[in-house]
């Protein structure tokens, strides 16, 4: 059975700290792996991580993937309070490529 | 939004009673999801299609069916709906084969 695990489950921070999220994943048929920020309502896309040691970037947030010992981090540096929001790892397989989520990591920026 | 609609956006029903949630797509994708969303569990997969009529079944597909007579309609029914199936539902398409999913805005049902 295919598993996605996120940590920490919750994480409260002031603004301009950086963090760090976490996702290990033990999957068959990996294809890749997908971060998505979900606030109020739908979750909504990230990043897209097929290929070990490449960082992707976007402003101030990055990720990176490491298919060797199958984890993920995301990044987010000088946070903003708009950044609070549940961060999801999916891992992407099978022939239908369908996506397994993680529980998530609550983050929430103090002004 | 990626063209994707569900309705109902909320729904509160009885237990035993059949109910349908539609996904409704508008760009003609061939990969469409239904996922549900529980505290401590993330999303997780209950049905897919990769086709009309082409369907198959999730992780969590007991209680639920699916059907896809249309390329824009991906329909999800509990035949008898029950208290744990309360949830939040979540639509998804693929808007290409290597391509990420996009999400509807969801469904809140609640089986009372």
């Known amino acids: 059975e295919d598993k996605v695990v996120q940590s920490p489950l919750s994480l409260v921070v002031h603004e301009g700290d950086t963090v760090t999220l976490n996702c290990s994943y033990e999957v068959t048929n990996f294809r890749s792996l997908l971060w998505y920020k979900q606030e109020k309502k739908a979750p909504t896309f990230l990043f897209m991580l097929?290929?070990?040691?490449i960082e992707k970037k976007s402003g101030r947030l990055s990720s990176i993937l490491d298919k060797k010992e199958l984890f993920s981090i995301l990044n987010i540096t000088a946070t903003q309070t708009g950044d609070s929001a549940v961060y999801l790892c999916a891992v992407e397989s099978g022939s239908a490529r369908q996506l397994t989520f993680g529980s998530g990591t609550q983050l929430t920026v103090l002004p | 939004d990626a063209g994707i609609t569900q309705s109902p956006r909320h729904k509160v029903t009885e237990t035993g009673t059949p109910v349908t949630l539609r996904c409704h797509q508008t760009e003609n994708h061939r990969y469409m999801y239904w996922y549900r969303q529980d505290p401590g569990h993330g999303l997780r997969l209950i049905h897919y299609?990769?086709?009309?009529?082409?369907?198959d079944k999730g992780e969590v597909s007991d209680g639920y069916s699916v059907s896809r007579s249309k390329t824009e309609d991906f329909l999800l029914t509990l035949e008898s709906a029950t208290s744990s199936q309360t949830s939040v539902y979540f639509c998804a398409i693929r808007q290409g084969d290597y391509e990420k999913l996009f999400f509807g805005s969801g469904t809140q049902l609640s089986v009372l």
């Open positions: 299609s990769y086709g009309v009529k082409d369907t």
């Open positions: 097929t290929s070990s040691g």
